[in-house]
């Protein structure tokens, strides 16, 4: 069972990233596959989620409208489409699965985890 991120990286503020999380050893369709960060001396956080069986998305307030969630079925892969991005985004960006349906963005839910991508905004 792996996660697998990648498209981290140093950008300027207001500039956009997206990363991938390509997923191997467990059905897409049985999990929510959701994106956390964490910030340097802060506690992780969730940022989306998404439902593959329904097409579902979960937005944190803080970047809703900035961030898009979405998947391609045929590439095992789950993205994040970062545009607009804020010094405050800065951290190390983590995807991760939580089995079953439920749009849950609390970090405590999911219980498989990608090695995390690294996100720096310098203003």
């Known amino acids: 069972v792996q996660l697998v991120e990648s498209g981290g990286g140093l950008v300027q503020v207001g500039g956009s990233l997206r990363l991938s999380c390509e997923i191997s050893?467990?059905?897409?369709?049985?999990?929510?596959i959701g994106w956390c960060r964490q910030a340097p001396g802060k506690e992780r956080e969730g940022v989306s989620v998404?439902?593959?069986?329904?097409?579902?998305?979960l937005y944190a307030d803080s970047v809703k409208g900035r961030f898009t969630i979405s998947y391609d079925n045929a590439k095992a892969t789950v993205y994040l489409q970062m545009n607009s991005l804020k010094p405050e985004d800065t951290a190390v960006y983590y995807c991760?699965?939580?089995?079953?349906?439920?749009?849950?963005?609390?970090?405590?839910?999911?219980?498989?985890w990608g090695q995390g991508t690294q996100v720096t905004v310098s203003s």
């Open positions: 991760a699965a939580d089995y079953g349906n439920l749009l849950l963005l609390d970090p405590a839910n999911f219980g498989l």
């Open positions: 050893g467990f059905s897409f369709d049985d999990y929510a």
């Open positions: 998404i439902s593959s069986s329904s097409g579902s998305t």
